[in-house]
């Protein structure tokens, strides 16, 4: 196979695998009935102990597709930035909880839905890079998505007592630091051991993330 077909069969799949992250994204978008609903672990319930705070901190983040997928993916994004790589969920974590404290405080951030589902196209740009980008950029990224993501994450805690609100914060921090370090060892233990192009799959993943943020951009956007 000569270079000029391999580069179109490559180009082939990577169309393919961004078609089917849409695809994936629309039909997640179409069984989730209520947005609101889906962003609240608690099912709607207001956590009133510091173990159903706890709880309801621990589902947020993966009950709500956007934030799951961006975490992982700024896991994966880590694993190919430098030694210092893991600053990047480190400081969106930080700045989740910042988030969260601004709604609690009653600050009214514009469009947050709307810039949440950007940064999950956003970061997904960052990842499909062939060229790694800087880290101080990646780090104030991370920050100013934190800050939504965490705003959203504060819906579901306003008007609860001071013990649930506590652990609700550490339950989300503890858990998108759990998926964010497996997806960074994931991501860095594949980098060792592909060959020819490295980077590569995690390319791959950044396709599949960009499909599933424009599928929420879009749908945000249309209503």
């Given at each position: 196979m000569n270079k000029n077909s391999a580069i179109a069969q490559l180009s082939r799949k990577v169309?393919?695998?961004?078609f089917l992250a849409s695809v994936f994204g629309s039909i997640s978008l179409l069984l989730i009935p209520s947005p609101a609903l889906a962003h609240h672990a608690s099912g709607g319930k207001l956590p009133s102990s510091f173990a159903s705070g706890f709880l309801a901190g621990l589902g947020h983040p993966v009950i709500g597709i956007d934030h799951l997928v961006f975490v992982i993916a700024i896991g994966l994004l880590a694993a190919?930035?430098?030694?210092?790589?893991?600053?990047?969920?480190?400081?969106?974590?930080?700045?989740?909880?910042?988030?969260?404290?601004?709604?609690?405080?009653?600050?009214?951030?514009?469009?947050p839905e709307l810039i949440i589902s950007a940064s999950v196209l956003i970061v997904g740009i960052f990842l499909a890079k062939e060229n790694k980008t800087n880290l101080a950029l990646l780090i104030i990224i991370a920050a100013i998505a934190g800050i939504f993501?965490?705003?959203?994450?504060?819906?579901?805690?306003?008007?609860?007592?001071?013990?649930?609100?506590?652990a609700y914060l550490l339950g989300f921090c503890l858990i998108?630091?759990?998926?964010?370090?497996?997806?960074f060892y994931v991501g860095k233990s594949i980098l060792k051991r592909a060959s020819g192009s490295p980077s590569l799959p995690l390319r791959f993943a950044g396709f599949a993330v960009c499909g599933i943020g424009f599928a929420f951009l879009s749908s945000n956007i249309l209503g």
């Open positions: 169309i393919a695998l961004g190919l930035s430098s030694k210092l790589g893991m600053v990047i969920p480190l400081t969106f974590i930080l700045a989740t909880a910042v988030g969260t404290g601004i709604h609690l405080q009653s600050v009214n951030l514009p469009i993501h965490g705003y959203a994450y504060g819906e579901s805690i306003v008007g609860a007592r001071a013990n649930a609100v506590g998108q630091l759990g998926i964010s370090a497996i997806a």
